[in-house]
């Protein structure tokens, strides 16, 4: 009988018989788990010294063993409500979309407002959004809340619009025209406010299940007042801490001046005052603060909604209080703003202690070659989605009707980012554009502008250790001893190394440089099947069919 106060053995697993993508050995095809963390990498042949004497041997019959993928921006709830509610993403046409709105009301007649996301105009033939009237007739008079794809614009029915009574008065109200601003944050709210604690933990529950689905280990949770609420991000990070499923790091997007405000942040869970802190609004939604105006629309240059000198006081108090900053930012003028702000900042509380911090950047999407200079030198993370390039890059694509085919090529220079020592986190901004890191990492490897594409191995450091980074933690996403046991089986093609340099793909497959390969990525092709996730050394996700 052993002593109840000895504390029990951590169980140990062996998987051998694959391929292990670790830089501990880049030939390696065995992996020893102890409790939740990596104890050993190494060979097949010096897999045999381990197999008697651990709890369990898992033959991998040559699938491939990467680290769990974080995707580092998720609005998780949102996610949710898209994945079991109304989705209009994949709509083809504007009379598709009211279909599927009216189908949606008669079989939620419980509900008390009708969520939806997903709507994009320019991908209908008709190029134009439902009427007021038409979103009447087809939600029955009741109130309708859709949100178009970026989430930074909004369509309503009548019966929403009553259910804020000074709406008209907000900034972003024009008749006829989707809600954007103030008045899009003011309708999102009382929408979002009407979902029951039931609705709220199903839709989280759904999310993180897909997203474990896909391998990935880690959601970085971007919510705030104008967001989700504190309900919201409260409930969702307690769900990830009893329940098992990807992590759950949290982000609140409120400014703050004091001490006081920041501590307030750390009280709520999140980790920073961070994520979708706006400094701007989205390109598709003519709100992204640009230094010249949009093409398709000359009267505007978006807006700006926070200016440097209260961006400089947002990043001092963060780092005197030892916690994260960081703002969504797209446009060349909002970029610009928030370097200033940092600088400022720095200036204030010290260059040194700023970079320690690793502040960081959503999106970042139109960058100047001063602009990436400042967040090198500044330290600055850049969370960015290739999902976004993917979706409306290209000659023909969003970019190019809102910017012009000159300043779209700018957009979402990642080889420019990484030659300058810039770090990378990769996410989707779900439900914008979807969970998916493998399409992600296609996205980046074959961006549409050519000089911005980066090889498929910096794109997957960018989306499984480039995430651990981006919270300031080094000894994680990296299949390693002594890392944490967060991890994915894969069914996979011919592994291989691609790199928009020819010359550095043809080196990178000779065996002496040691590069372990990936799946080959090309467009067209099938991505990899995922088998199993685990996390902390716990299966979070078992392919049924396996």
């Known amino acids: 009988m052993s002593d109840s106060t000895t504390p029990s053995r951590a169980r140990t697993l062996l998987l051998r018989g694959g391929e292990v993508h670790s830089p501990a050995d880049p030939f390696a095809t065995a992996m020893v788990v102890e409790g939740d963390s990596i104890a050993w990498i190494g060979s097949e042949g010096a897999a045999d010294s381990f197999a008697d004497g651990v709890d369990e041997v898992v033959h991998l019959d040559g699938a491939l063993v990467t680290p769990a993928f974080t995707d580092a921006h998720v609005h998780t709830t949102a996610t949710g409500l898209a994945l079991t509610g109304l989705d209009l993403s994949g709509a083809p046409t504007l009379a598709d979309a009211l279909a599927k709105v009216r189908a949606y009301a008669k079989d939620r007649p419980g509900d008390p407002v009708l969520l939806g996301t997903g709507w994009d105009a320019h991908a209908w033939p008709e190029q134009r959004h439902p009427s007021r009237a038409e979103l009447d007739e087809a939600g029955g008079g009741r109130p309708l809340y859709l949100t178009r794809i970026d989430v930074h614009s909004a369509l309503v ?32 709210e009382a929408a979002y406010a009407t979902l029951t604690p039931r609705q709220r933990t199903e839709a989280q529950r759904a999310a993180r299940a897909h997203a474990a689905s896909l391998g990935i280990g880690a959601l970085h ?73 949009y093409a398709d629309a000359p009267h505007t240059n978006g807006s700006a909604q926070l200016d440097a000198e209260a961006i400089a006081a947002h990043v001092a108090a963060c780092t005197e209080a030892g916690i994260q900053a960081g703002f969504h930012a797209i446009g060349d003028a909002a970029l610009r703003a928030v370097t200033e702000g940092v600088r400022r900042a720095a200036e204030t509380v010290g260059l040194a202690r700023v970079r320690a911090a690793r502040h960081r950047v959503e999106h970042a999407e139109m960058l100047t070659e001063h602009t990436i200079a400042e967040f090198a030198d500044l330290a600055l993370t850049a969370s960015v989605q290739p999902g976004f390039d993917a979706a409306w890059g290209g000659a023909d694509g969003m970019y190019a009707r809102r910017l012009g085919a000159e300043r779209a090529a700018t957009l979402n220079p990642y080889a420019a980012l990484l030659r300058a020592g810039v770090p990378l986190a990769l996410g989707s901004d779900s439900p914008v554009t979807p969970l998916g890191p493998w399409e992600a990492i296609r996205a980046a490897a074959f961006h549409h502008t050519h ?86 050394g716990r299966t979070v996700y078992a392919r049924p069919d396996e």
């Not at 997007?253 to 869970?269: D, F, P, Y």
């Not at 440089?513 to 685990?534: A, E, I, K, N």
């Open 157 to 188: 029915s009548t019966a929403m619009l009553d259910l804020v009574p000074d709406i008209t008065t907000r900034e972003g109200y024009q008749p006829g025209a989707p809600l954007t601003g103030e008045a899009h944050h003011a309708v999102r």
């Open 221 to 293: 949770e971007c919510a705030g007042p104008e967001i989700s609420g504190e309900h919201d991000l409260r409930g969702l990070l307690a769900l990830a801490a009893e329940e098992p499923g990807p992590r759950v790091h949290g982000y609140w997007a409120e400014l703050v001046t004091s001490a006081k405000e920041a501590a307030r942040v750390g009280e709520l869970g999140a980790i920073g005052a961070a994520g979708d802190l706006f400094a701007d609004g989205s390109l598709g939604s003519h709100t992204a603060h640009l230094s010249a105006p």
């Open 451 to 536: 000089e911005h594409r980066i090889s498929v191995r910096g794109a997957f450091t960018a989306h499984t250790r480039g995430g651990w980074r981006a919270l300031g933690r080094d000894d994680a996403g990296v299949l390693v001893p002594g890392a944490p046991a967060d991890y994915a089986l894969w069914r996979t093609g011919p592994l291989v190394v691609q790199a928009p340099d020819t010359r550095v793909a043809n080196w990178s497959t000779d065996p002496r440089s040691g590069t372990p390969g990936l799946p080959d990525l090309t467009p067209g092709g099938q991505v990899p099947v995922c088998l199993r996730t685990v996390v902390s």
